[in-house]
């Protein structure tokens, strides 16, 4: 007697098809940011965005924006805020653990609209495979921030190519298709960030308090004009 085949959409089986779809349809080529968070690290010696740097622009993507800010929430804050005006996907790297110079998370957290709870779940699920129980102790978190997808990593290089091989790398052009085929609640659409003539551009919707959430104003998004 012969094994069913697999389902699709379950585990060991074949791609829903829908999933398929998405997949097919996603742009090839991504607007991506890159922030480095560290008290110690500069452009020269940031190993962990520089090899972003590389597996993006290897990959065909668009890096539109790459900064190493310091560990400290206003600058933080500053960065993300900017980079999500330019970007579909934003990463960072640094400053997600428990230290006391350690405030990465409490601002993302602050400036996502729809968290991305999976990509936490799955990064400690991986990272737990390499580190064991010590995969708790990182905050890796990833969100929603209107109309940019903006992920937190740990700053280690080992972290990063993780979260980028084992998670990122083959999802981002279907992250940007999701983020952007219906657009988002408050985004000011000024053209398609990402290059793909499949993704249409969704109705301008003003972001106000109550459809806004608490980055109401943030990035492409600006409040209603009185």
Request: net charge neutral; hydrophobic share 40%.
């Amino acid at each position: 007697m012969t094994d069913a085949p697999p389902s699709p959409g379950v585990p060991g089986g074949s791609a829903s098809p829908s999933s398929a779809q998405h997949r097919a349809a996603a742009p090839r080529a991504v607007r991506v940011a890159v922030l480095t968070i560290s008290d110690t690290r500069t452009a020269e010696t940031d190993t962990s965005g520089q090899y972003l740097l590389g597996e993006l622009k290897a990959a065909g993507h668009e890096v539109v924006q790459y900064r190493v800010v310091r560990d400290d929430a206003v600058q933080i804050r500053s960065a993300l805020v900017q980079f999500v005006r330019e970007a579909t996907v934003v990463l960072s790297s640094g400053g997600t653990g428990l230290t006391g110079r350690d405030v990465t998370v409490p601002v993302v957290e602050s400036l996502i609209t729809k968290p991305i709870p999976g990509f936490g779940e799955l990064f400690r699920m991986l990272s737990y495979q390499q580190v064991g129980g010590a995969a708790m102790l990182s905050r890796a978190l990833g969100g929603l921030c209107r109309g940019a997808a903006v992920f937190a990593m740990p700053g280690s290089l080992n972290a990063v190519q993780t979260a980028w091989e084992g998670i990122l790398r083959d999802e981002i052009g279907h992250l940007a298709f999701e983020v952007e085929r219906h657009g988002q609640p408050g985004v000011i659409t000024g053209g398609p960030s990402v290059s793909s003539p499949s993704v249409p551009a969704a109705p301008a919707r003003p972001a106000t308090p109550a459809n806004g959430g608490v980055a109401a104003g943030l990035g492409r998004h600006r409040r209603e004009e009185r």
